[in-house]
C-alpha cells in the first residue's frame, strides 16, 4: 500500500512539473558532448517508442509463458526507455529555438504542437516507469502483488506507447511537408508566435 500511494504522490509531483512550462517556447539549452540539442533529441527520440515497443513485446511474452525471469528482463526494458522519455523532452526544449529558426511557418506550428504533446503527456511515462519499479519489486517481495502490478505495467506502458506515436506523428512533420496531409492544429502556433516575438524584440 506505501508503494501505490508513494507512486500516486510521484506521479502528481511529475505531471505538475511537466505542465509548468506548458505552451512556452523554451529558451535554448545546452547539448551533449559537444552535439546540439537537437541532434542528441533525435538521438535519443525512438527510445520512449520503439524500445518501449519492445519492452511491450517483451512483457506480453513474458506473461504468457509466466516466467519470471523473462518477466523482470521486460519490466527493466520498459523501466528504462520509459525514462529515457525525459532527456527527450529536455533536449527537444533546449534545441526548439534552432529547429524553430530552421522551419517554415508550417513546420514551426507543428513544433509547437509537438512541444505541446510532449510536455502535457510525458506524465505518462514517469507513471510507467515507476509502474514497472513497483512491479520489478514485488516480484522479489511482494509475490502476490506481482502479477496484477505487471498486468497493470503492461496497460500503462501500451497507452504510453500510443501517446508517444502520436507525439512523434507532430515531430515528424516539422521538417519533412511530404508527411503533412493535415494542417497543423490552430491552437499550437500562439507558443510559435510566441516565440517569434520575443526573437524579434531581442
Known amino acids: 500500500m506505501k508503494i501505490l500511494q508513494l507512486l500516486i504522490v510521484i506521479t502528481m509531483f511529475t505531471a505538475l512539473t511537466a505542465t509548468a512550462h506548458e505552451g512556452e517556447a523554451p529558451p535554448p539549452g545546452p547539448g551533449l558532448f559537444g552535439q546540439p540539442p537537437e541532434y542528441i533529441h533525435t538521438l535519443l527520440n525512438p527510445l520512449p517508442v520503439y524500445g ?42 533546449n534545441g526548439y529555438q534552432n529547429v524553430s529558426n530552421t522551419s517554415d511557418e508550417e513546420g514551426r506550428r507543428w513544433l509547437a504542437e509537438h512541444m505541446a504533446r510532449a510536455a502535457k503527456f510525458i506524465w505518462g511515462f514517469y507513471a510507467t516507469a515507476l509502474l514497472g519499479v513497483a512491479a520489478l519489486v514485488s516480484l522479489r517481495k511482494f509475490p502476490k502483488a506481482a502479477n496484477p502490478l505487471t498486468v497493470t505495467t503492461l496497460i500503462v506502458a501500451v497507452i504510453s506507447l500510443g501517446v508517444g506515436a502520436w507525439v512523434s506523428r507532430a515531430g515528424g512533420q516539422i521538417h519533412h511537408p511530404e508527411f503533412r496531409h493535415e494542417p497543423a492544429p490552430l491552437d499550437s502556433s500562439s507558443a510559435s508566435e510566441d516565440h517569434h516575438s520575443s526573437e524579434a524584440n531581442q
Open 52 to 93: 518501449l515497443s519492445m519492452g511491450v513485446l517483451a512483457l506480453m511474452a513474458a506473461l504468457f509463458t509466466r516466467s519470471r525471469a523473462a518477466k523482470g528482463v521486460a519490466l527493466g526494458i520498459i523501466i528504462l526507455t520509459s525514462a529515457a522519455a525525459w532527456p527527450v523532452l529536455h533536449y527537444g526544449q
